[in-house]
Nanobody, 125 residues
Framework: QVQLVESGGGLVQAGGSLRLSCAAS????????MGWFRQAPGKEREFVAH????????YNTDSVKGRFAVSRDNAKNTVYLQMNSLKPEDTAVYHC??????????????????WGQGTQVTVSS
């Protein structure tokens, strides 16, 4: 079992920055790929970013490329999402997830076995 706890969300003006953290406990953190997803009110959960177990491979969805960066520190059992140049459309609850799958792509929610409760990010215009 892996427990995930996100932090770092808040209210920020458009153009501002936030850094989200996701602290993991339980089974070996470095055994899992990590993902960030977000969910706005009335919308489905949306893939944001992925990072491999080693941290070497990362991928961002097109809408955040050049603005968001995912990283991880396996020694601290933590994954981060640095968000710059925030836009009102980035407003959502952001969730981190841990998992690995041979059947689903990493941008699919089914790739991940463990999820955090989420942290609210609100970007004002």
């Amino acid at each position: 079992q892996v427990q995930l706890v996100e932090s770092g969300g808040g209210l920020v003006q458009a153009g501002g920055s936030l850094r989200l953290s996701c602290a993991a406990s339980g089974r070996t953190f470095s055994s899992y790929d990590m993902g960030w997803f977000r969910q706005a009110p009335g919308k489905e959960r949306e893939f944001v970013a992925h990072i491999s177990r080693s941290g070497v491979d990362t991928y961002n969805t097109d809408s955040v490329k050049g603005r968001f960066a995912v990283s991880r520190d396996n020694a601290k059992n933590t994954v981060y999402l640095q968000m710059n140049s925030l836009k009102p459309e980035d407003t959502a609850v952001y969730h981190c997830a841990a998992g690995i799958s041979f059947y689903y792509r990493f941008d699919d929610v089914r790739y991940y076995d463990y999820w955090g409760q989420g942290t609210q990010v609100t970007v004002s215009s």
